[in-house]
């Protein structure tokens, strides 16, 4: 456990902490004394270190000072603009006990040693599953989510003024997809090929990807005779500048885009001009598009891991942790509970409601495999190069044979 010498704390001082946390994330309740006094001799504090962004680290601070009134262990919250470079290059005794980040730093975090496997317990229950799922890699549990990120079908109030009941609704009210410009975008339309069943990787029973293709058999081939039978609906010339205009002109009701355009839909049709919907499926399985998700990673070098891990859990992963940590950054939450106490900021709440069958996307190396050949084929499938099923089963032969190297 680490000691931090240069910082000294009176009990009086632990009293007036706890005195100003939150209740909610407390585990019981902590009666400062009343004999205490701040002219008693100071006391070296044990402390915990967390490093986080600068929008993070103030969602944090109700949550540490429980954990502090609760435990007498300070929790330390350090702001750091590079968080990833600078904890892959930290020397192990300056090394922080907890670090925040996304999910897809696993890759490298775990090849490395840094990071340590955490265990949940019943908390993963108040969340959506694919943000646990998100930080479950190679069948262990390297984390604990708080925000989640993913598209949505949004469409203006004009075209679309209430969820869609089926894809062709959508499709009716005009959908559009930005295909950067004809290389494709196997991002945005993987919604679409997950309601065929079709996955990019397996995944094994603990949630974790593996590095066999999910989209070589059945259902894949049954999602590349789809888009060949439907490749009107795609065009190929579209961007995203294009596709703003078709909306602005009303040639589109509806587009498959992130919380990232939500500002804009806000500007150009304002507040309640638009929304943003769960994807319809084309395929008759759930439509789970790609997430982002961030959370809390335990550090393999933490001096104190079974404190370190009790604030992640007990406090970060309370519903007044993750309530805070959505006030403070403004990301959509991944607690249930969270979520639905967002319900007054539309594009978090919006988007996260959009995202409750969403998949992680995959950290592992293979995904690296993927991209050029999976989006080159939707093209070509859509642009009626060859026989569908053709096209398909090249893609997978030269993907496998990437990820073999």
């Not at 020397?91 to 730093?105: I, K, N, T, Y």
């Not at 040693?113 to 479950?136: K, Q």
Request: net charge negative.
């Amino acid at each position: 456990m680490k000691i931090k010498k240069s910082r000294l704390i009176t009990v009086g001082a632990i009293a007036a902490a706890s005195a100003l946390v939150l209740s909610a994330c407390a585990t019981e309740d902590v009666e400062p004394s009343a004999t205490a006094s701040a002219t008693q001799a100071p006391v070296e504090q044990e402390v915990i270190t967390v490093w986080a962004d600068e929008a993070e680290v103030p969602g944090l601070k109700a949550a540490a000072l429980q954990f502090e009134a609760d435990t007498g262990i300070l929790v330390e919250l350090v702001v750091k603009e590079a968080v990833r470079d600078d904890f892959t290059a930290a020397p192990a005794a300056e090394s922080p006990d907890v670090v925040l980040g996304a999910h897809d730093w696993q890759g490298l975090l775990v090849s490395t040693g840094l990071i340590a496997p955490l265990e949940l317990g019943g908390r993963a229950d108040g969340f959506i599953t694919g943000s646990i799922n998100a930080f479950n890699y190679d069948g262990q549990q390297y984390g604990l989510p708080y925000a989640q990120e993913n598209v949505a079908l949004v469409c203006t109030e004009t075209a679309m003024p209430t969820a869609p009941a089926t894809f062709q609704d959508a499709i009716d009210a005009g959908l559009a997809i930005s295909m950067n410009d004809g290389v494709g975008d196997p991002y945005h339309m993987y919604a679409l090929q997950t309601s065929f069943g079709a996955t990019v990787f397996e995944i094994d029973e603990a949630g974790s990807y593996t590095s066999t293709l999910g989209m070589d058999n059945a259902a894949g081939y049954s999602f590349a005779s789809w888009l060949s039978d439907n490749s009107d609906i795609f065009d190929l010339s579209n961007n995203t500048d294009i596709v703003k205009g078709q909306l602005i002109s009303g040639d589109k009701g509806c587009w498959i885009t992130g919380p990232w355009s939500g500002v804009w839909f806000t500007e150009t049709f304002g507040e309640d001009g638009w929304n943003a919907f769960e994807i319809p499926s084309a395929g008759g399985e759930p439509a789970a598009q790609f997430s982002g998700v961030r959370g809390a990673m335990l550090s393999a070098n933490s001096d104190n891991p079974v404190a370190a891990a009790k604030f992640i859990v007990d406090y970060l992963g309370s519903e007044a942790g993750q309530t805070a940590m959505f006030s403070a950054a403004g990301r959509s939450p991944a607690n249930l509970a969270a979520l639905k106490a967002a319900g007054d900021t539309k594009i978090p709440s919006q988007f996260g409601a959009a995202g409750i069958n969403a998949m992680p996307m995959p950290a592992i190396p293979a995904m690296n495999s993927v991209w050029s050949f999976w989006g080159s084929t939707q093209v070509s499938i859509i642009k009626g190069d060859g026989d569908s099923a053709t096209l398909w089963q090249k893609m997978c032969e030269d993907i496998n044979a990437a990820i073999v190297g």
